[in-house]
């Protein structure tokens, strides 16, 4: 399927275990986010990618880890998950070169940590 | 670093116009957004402007920048209840291909 895909859309999960949440454009956009989405919050940034093996961390990135080996892959761990890291997680990626650097984003996965 | 804020709730009756505001603090935003978030999806492109610009309009929907004030806009006319979602200010950061997002504003239509 053409776009940005998410998967899992749904994960319970419990405390300490580790999980992994999958994000694949299919756009070979390089650039690539992960952003977690709380009430009153809004969108966080947890970890963000300019390219293949490029990361960087974001506003939220404790608790977590990115890797980049192929650009259209983008997935983001959590080690050992905790209570607070329930959320909506969101994958987006853009285009450097588009003129109006628009995000394109995923459907989410909603996370559930007991 | 970075800030953008907006109202969290805006309520408005079909048909009225919707206005939501938000504010940020990065003068060097090359771009301003606004996204629409429906229940259970991501996020999508509304509309968005460029810095050097004061309005754009696009069919309902007007956008406002007021640079000096750091203050943008987002203006529906005629609001039909399908308008009912949240919707995202968001800013460019400094050529790095961040945006950072507001909170998010929640636009109840009533019919």
């Known amino acids: 399927d053409a776009g940005i895909t998410q998967s899992p859309r749904y994960k319970i999960t419990e405390t300490g275990r580790q999980v992994t949440l999958m994000c694949h454009q299919t756009w070979s956009h390089s650039y690539m986010f992960w952003y977690r989405q709380d009430l009153g919050h809004g969108l966080r940034l947890i970890y963000y990618s300019a390219a293949a093996d490029i990361t960087d961390k974001g506003e939220v990135p404790d608790g977590y880890v990115v890797s980049r080996s192929k650009t259209e892959n983008f997935p983001l761990t959590l080690e050992s998950a905790t209570r607070s890291q329930t959320s909506v997680y969101f994958c987006?990626?853009?285009?450097?070169?588009?003129?109006?650097?628009?995000?394109?984003f995923g459907p989410g996965t909603r996370l559930t940590v007991l | 670093g970075e800030d953008v804020e907006q109202s969290l709730f805006l309520s408005v009756r079909e048909g009225d116009s919707s206005v939501i505001n938000c504010t940020y603090t990065d003068s060097s935003s090359t771009y301003l957004y606004w996204y629409k978030q429906e229940p259970g999806a991501g996020l999508q492109l509304l509309t968005y402007i460029f810095s050097n610009m004061d309005m754009k309009q696009d069919q309902r929907l007007t956008v406002l920048l007021n640079k000096k004030d750091k203050h943008l806009s987002l203006r529906i006319a005629d609001t039909q209840t399908g308008d009912s979602a949240i919707y995202f200010c968001a800013a460019s950061s400094s050529n790095t291909g961040k945006l950072i997002f507001g909170q998010g504003t929640t636009l109840q239509v009533k019919p």
């Open positions: 987006a990626s853009s285009d450097p070169g588009s003129w109006d650097g628009e995000q394109f």
